[in-house]
């Protein structure tokens, strides 16, 4: 069976990544980028389907890891009955080509070590051709390299490549992995000593920029921040939302979907966290790659993009794969890409807004583009869409996506009511729609019999999303309704302190709590003057992280575990965010 989410840890060189076991199995891996396709694939499989372990031949008796303070190396220490022995697992920040290096420190005694290389492109379905040369190993298929360079003897076996060896207190192995082009012919070694010492020195020196004392909880953003750094695509500036694809939202379901892409709807949400904490580069980064993918078509914009900004993201299905515990189909590609969502427009003008403020300086497209946003959402703000959650259902008037019209309307006007690039004539046009889409939204979108503003226009469903309307400004936090909508899914959505998205639905999959919307909830909270109970609320979600302080989509309370793909952008951003928004001094 396998392996909890909760299990992995995240290993990455800024264009990729990889997630690593308790127990020494690295069980996924993209190459060589995000969302290349996977030659590691154990993650949503069994091991034949691709992954690399590396531990103690004899039976663990104990252990334990750790990241080495601030950075994403990672320490594991195996305890054997002759020893113990720690592995150092890392991937340098990428230069030139990819690579993953594994240290093997002998601590205690000497220890019978095995390694077991098996390499599946293709989502697990094609072995690479491999030829051994002394301690090295070269596999190709198609345009894929892969060597590995070891210390020990390597043995080709019909479906792996072995090596077992002793290794004794004092000894350091260093094995390295790296990813080339087939045409080109292997890659150049690495001295992994070094590798070591440059990584550390990458992350150290980062995460150093971060001031503390923004927050009582320091450990965790810093953590969170790292995370974030991770899934950055470092040439494009691109934020993914995870690593991972078809990690279950609910168990055994059909709930799995690819989130190996750029989601607009995480703009602003990152904007806040980077600018907040103190990453102008980043944050910079990050708005120029939303005016590329967008460039001056708003009306062919996509919720989603892949990390380079291109367009296409056909979704199709991986049936050789049996899928995490089960659950099936594995989807590659995300077909919400082609979906009407309202709710990126102002996502997109809130972004925009926040980068001005932050003092991310701003360019002639931004400017273009802007208004060109405008424009178009002035014609279609009308229509039903998906909704902030991509329905595969019947379009509805959701209540979040009017929201966010409203907010990309109030946007535009604030930040050009007291310059002279938008004409009066303009801006007094869009006011009176602003106004108009508000009063919409207070009237449709709001039911007084349940006390609350509801998903969507008509219905009487509940929706974690309404907790944004405050924290994007839509009504001030001591409005009755804004106290009631808070109270009522406070009450209705919570389970054990941790909010749902929506309410369970008989006949369907129950997905777990959602770790984005219960920090929302603390925010609310905390904006109410709540500060105990918003405390509370927050340090629930930091204490479902794994050992790591890694966190998923999900949180399944019943059972007890991380679900959805891991470890997931939106999440970080919300600790990020709600971290920072409680730590603030009336």
């Known amino acids: 069976m396998s392996k909890l989410i909760e299990d992995y840890a995240l290993l990455g060189d800024g264009e990729t990544a990889a997630l690593l076991a308790k127990d020494g199995s690295i069980d996924w891996l993209c190459w060589p980028r995000f969302d290349d396709d996977a030659c590691f694939a154990a993650l949503l499989g069994t091991d034949d389907h691709g992954h690399w372990s590396l531990a103690p031949v004899s039976a663990v008796t104990a252990g334990g890891r750790r990241y080495q303070g601030d950075t994403l190396v990672v320490e594991t220490d195996f305890v054997t009955n002759e020893g113990q022995v720690r592995i150092i697992d890392f991937m340098p920040v990428r230069k030139t080509f990819s690579s993953v290096v594994r240290i093997v420190v002998g601590m205690r005694g000497t220890v019978r070590m095995r390694s077991t ?58 094995f390295v992995m790296s990813y080339g082009c087939s045409h080109e012919g292997p890659p150049t070694p690495i001295d992994a000593e070094a590798a070591l010492a440059s990584t550390q020195g990458f992350w150290l020196d980062w995460i150093g920029r971060f001031d503390n004392a923004k927050t009582r909880w320091p450990d965790q953003v810093r953590r969170s921040l790292i995370t974030l750094k991770a899934l950055i695509h470092q040439r494009s500036g691109g934020l993914l939302a995870a690593p991972t694809t078809s990690l279950p939202e609910a168990p055994g379901g059909a709930m799995n979907w690819d989130y190996r892409y750029c989601w607009l709807r995480d703009a602003s949400f990152a904007l806040a966290a980077l600018l907040n904490a103190g990453y102008h580069e980043e944050a910079h980064g990050w708005r120029d790659w939303l005016l590329r993918a967008i460039a001056g078509s708003p009306d062919n914009m996509r919720i989603m993009y892949r990390v380079d900004g291109a367009r296409h993201l056909p979704e199709w299905t991986v ?19 082609t979906q009407h969502q309202l709710d990126v427009y102002g996502e997109v003008l809130n972004c925009l807004d926040l980068a001005h403020r932050g003092g991310v300086p701003a360019s002639d497209q931004e400017f273009v583009v802007e208004q060109r946003l405008i424009e178009h959402l002035e014609t279609i703000w009308r229509t039903e869409g998906a909704g902030v959650w991509e329905s595969r ?40 729609l602003r106004d108009t889409v508000h009063d919409e939204i207070c ?22 999303s309404v907790l944004l309307l405050p924290l994007v400004g839509f009504l001030p936090i001591d409005d009755r309704r804004i106290a009631s909508t808070i109270a009522v899914v406070k009450r209705e959505l919570s389970e054990e302190g941790l909010i749902r998205r929506t309410r369970p639905q008989a006949g369907k999959p129950n997905e777990g709590a959602f770790l984005a919307c219960s920090c929302w909830m603390a925010e609310c909270l905390q904006l109410q003057g709540r500060e105990q109970e918003a405390t509370e609320q927050f340090e629930r979600v930091l204490a479902v992280s794994n050992d790591l302080g890694l966190l998923s989509e999900e949180y399944n309370v019943a059972a007890r575990h991380l679900a959805g793909n891991f470890p997931q952008a939106l999440s970080h951003l919300a600790v990020v965010n709600a971290a920072l928004a409680l730590s603030m001094r009336p």
């Open 443 to 464: 009237r449709e979108g709001w039911n007084e019999g349940l006390g609350t503003f509801t998903q969507h226009y008509g219905g009487q469903e509940l929706d974690a």
């Open 117 to 174: 290389l098996r390499l599946r492109f293709d989502y697990g379905a094609l072995p690479p051709w491999s030829a051994m040369d002394g301690n090295d190993m070269v596999a190709k298929v198609g345009p894929n390299l892969v060597v590995l360079r070891a210390p020990v003897q390597l043995i080709e076996n019909a479906t792996s490549i072995d090596a077992e060896f002793d290794v004794s207190a004092g000894e350091r192995l260093a």
């Open 319 to 337: 049936d050789t794969l049996p899928g995490y515990r089960f659950a099936k189909p594995v989807r590659i590609g995300n077909a919400a890409s």
């Open 393 to 432: 259902a019947e379009p509805r008037h959701y209540t979040y996506s009017k929201v966010m019209v409203w907010v990309a309307f109030d946007r535009f006007v604030k930040r050009h009511e007291t310059g002279n690039r938008v004409s009066q004539e303009v801006l007094a046009r869009i006011t009176v």
